[in-house]
Each structure stands twice: as C-alpha cells, then as structure tokens.
C-alpha cells in the first residue's frame, strides 16, 4: 500500500515537498516512481528513482526544478518540488514497480499506485 501527502495550494515559484509511504511490502526491493495527472490529460511521467536511490531519471520538464530521493529505512520516496509553475498543477501519484534494478518512465511497469495527492499552482 501507498499513502501519498504533502500536496497543497502554492503560488508560482514556491516549494513543496510529497511524501509516499510505502507498507505491505519490501519497499526497498522496488524501483518508486512519481507521475501526475492534471484535468483533462493523461496520466504522465515525472520522476523515478531505483532501488537504492543509486539511479534517478526526470522528464524534460522537471528537470533542474524536481528531485526524487529515498529513504529506504522509512520506507518513504520524496519529491522535492522548487520554483512551481502553473503546469506543475495536477494530481501527484506515487508507485512502486518490482524491477528495482532499473529506473522507468513507463506506467504500465508499476505495479502498486498509490491514492494521489494534490498540488494547484496559483499565479
């Protein structure tokens, strides 16, 4: 199970930090991911880091702004979110895929979603 939080209502340029805390399983024998969905769109990557935190991938458009981090002990993946744009607005999930050893972009390769957690950037 994934329990996603941290999400919130921010202005352009502000920081926020998600949380997703992993349970039921051996969180440290999975690849984690964050992807997000904004009305009207389809579910998108965003960032995703291997099992021990060792390899990390971003899309184009977070890039320099995002960073995916672990902590293996607490069984929880972050996402730290800096200089927020209005496109940054959308429904934020967390997932887990069982391929640890290599990071993916793709959803179809997770396994567990988790409920998803709110983030609206406001000018």
């Known amino acids: 199970q994934l329990q996603a939080c941290g999400g919130g209502s921010v202005q352009a340029g502000d920081s926020l930090r998600l949380s997703c805390a992993a349970s039921?399983?051996?969180?440290?024998?999975?690849?984690m991911g964050w992807f997000r969905q904004a009305p009207g769109k389809e579910r998108e990557f965003v960032a995703t880091?291997?099992?021990?935190?060792?390899?990390?991938s971003y899309a184009d458009s977070v890039k320099g702004r995002i960073t995916i981090s672990r902590d293996n002990a607490k069984n929880t993946v972050y996402l730290q979110m800096d200089s927020l744009k209005l496109e940054d607005s959308a429904v934020y999930y967390c997932?887990?895929?069982?391929?640890?050893?290599?990071?993916?972009?793709?959803?179809?390769?997770?396994?567990?979603w988790g409920q998803g957690t709110q983030v609206t950037v406001s000018s």
């Open positions: 880091i291997d099992w021990n935190g060792g390899s990390n």
């Open positions: 997932a887990a895929s069982p391929y640890y050893w290599r990071v993916s972009s793709a959803p179809h390769e997770y396994d567990s």
């Open positions: 039921g399983r051996t969180f440290s024998s999975n690849t």
